[in-house]
């Protein structure tokens, strides 16, 4: 299945890129998308457990995905 | 009750216009601006950039939310996106109300939530022409976010980023 995974501010720059499809297994969890990412070039500078998002709403990183979800990678937030 | 992400200048005397009417005893503006040092760096603009979607959206949450808790339904939330200069309006707070303590309170509530919560980012441009993410490094940590949602367990803390060499 696929999910959108979306970067922004630091952590975009870390990957080098502000969004991505991202093959995954049936059953993949937010963490390991997470993983996946670490896995890429400039993942390693990603936080082991940075806050995250699905379709726009804080989640937590146990999360099961379905396929076709916006995950989001947010770095601390800093607005104001 | 509006709230927007803007990518032109702030104008406050509109908003103040815009949020009360006659029946409002007190209206409160909060203002943030850009200053022109941060961790004894000196700051020369601030680049912002948002999650867009999400961040009108935890807007609009945390409007309601103050809304539900003070009673203020003249409320009006602005962030500004894009390349800043000292002393720009990055964000405005507005809120009018029959009395002054309910639009004090829904003020101060506001801005607290958006700074903790909302999906904006600030790349501070400083003197040296360096650049850095605000947050983004281990000096300048967040303080613990609890996600909110009924079946998290835990509340997570916001790691930074490590520092690229």
Same mark, same amino acid.
């Given at each position: 299945?696929?999910?959108?995974?979306?970067?922004?501010?630091? /952590?975009?720059? *870390?990957?080098?890129?502000?969004?991505?499809?991202?093959?995954? !297994?049936?059953?993949?969890?937010?963490?390991?998308?997470?993983?996946?990412l670490?896995?890429? !070039?400039?993942?390693?500078?990603? !936080?082991?457990?940075?806050?995250?998002?699905?379709?726009? @709403? /804080?989640?937590?990183?146990?999360? @099961?995905?379905?396929?076709? @979800?916006?995950? *989001?990678?947010?770095? !601390?937030?800093?607005?104001? | 009750?509006?709230v927007?992400?803007?990518?032109?200048?702030?104008?406050?005397?509109?908003?103040l216009?815009?949020? =009360?009417?006659?029946?409002?005893?007190a209206?409160t503006?909060?203002?943030?601006?850009?200053r022109?040092?941060?961790d =004894?760096? +000196?700051v020369?603009?601030?680049?912002?950039?948002?999650?867009?979607?999400?961040a009108?959206?935890?807007?609009? +949450?945390?409007?309601?939310?103050?809304?539900?808790?003070?009673?203020?339904?003249?409320?009006?939330?602005?962030?500004?996106? =894009?390349?800043?200069?000292?002393?720009?309006v990055?964000?405005?707070?507005?809120?009018?109300?029959?009395?002054?303590?309910? +639009?004090?309170?829904?003020n101060?509530?506001?801005?607290?939530?958006?700074?903790?919560?909302?999906?904006?980012?600030?790349?501070?441009?400083?003197?040296? =022409?360096?650049?850095?993410?605000?947050?983004?490094?281990?000096?300048?940590?967040?303080?613990?976010?609890?996600?909110?949602?009924?079946?998290?367990?835990?509340?997570?803390?916001?790691?930074?980023?490590?520092?690229?060499?």
């Amino acid at each position: 299945m696929t999910v959108t995974v979306l970067l922004f501010a630091s /952590y975009a720059d *870390a990957l080098g890129t502000s969004s991505m499809e991202l093959e995954v !297994p049936p059953g993949s969890t937010v963490r390991d998308v997470l993983s996946t990412l670490a896995a890429l !070039p400039g993942g390693d500078r990603l !936080p082991p457990r940075p806050l995250v998002a699905i379709d726009e @709403e /804080y989640a937590n990183v146990a999360t @099961e995905l379905l396929g076709g @979800e916006e995950v *989001a990678v947010i770095p !601390p937030v800093a607005g104001g | 009750m509006r709230v927007s992400l803007v990518d032109e200048p702030i104008d406050v005397a509109a908003l103040l216009s815009e949020a =009360g009417d006659d029946s409002c005893g007190a209206s409160t503006v909060f203002l943030g601006t850009v200053r022109d040092v941060n961790d =004894g760096r +000196a700051v020369t603009g601030i680049e912002y950039s948002a999650y867009r979607t999400m961040a009108e959206r935890e807007m609009r +949450a945390i409007a309601n939310e103050a809304s539900e808790k003070f009673g203020v339904t003249r409320l009006i939330v602005e962030h500004r996106l =894009g390349t800043l200069c000292l002393g720009d309006v990055s964000v405005a707070v507005v809120a009018a109300h029959a009395h002054r303590a309910p +639009a004090l309170d829904a003020n101060r509530y506001v801005i607290e939530e958006l700074k903790r919560r909302v999906p904006i980012w600030k790349l501070e441009h400083y003197r040296d =022409g360096t650049r850095d993410w605000v947050g983004a490094g281990s000096g300048n940590r967040e303080p613990a976010f609890e996600i909110p949602l009924e079946e998290s367990d835990a509340s997570l803390t916001q790691d930074s980023v490590t520092p690229g060499s």
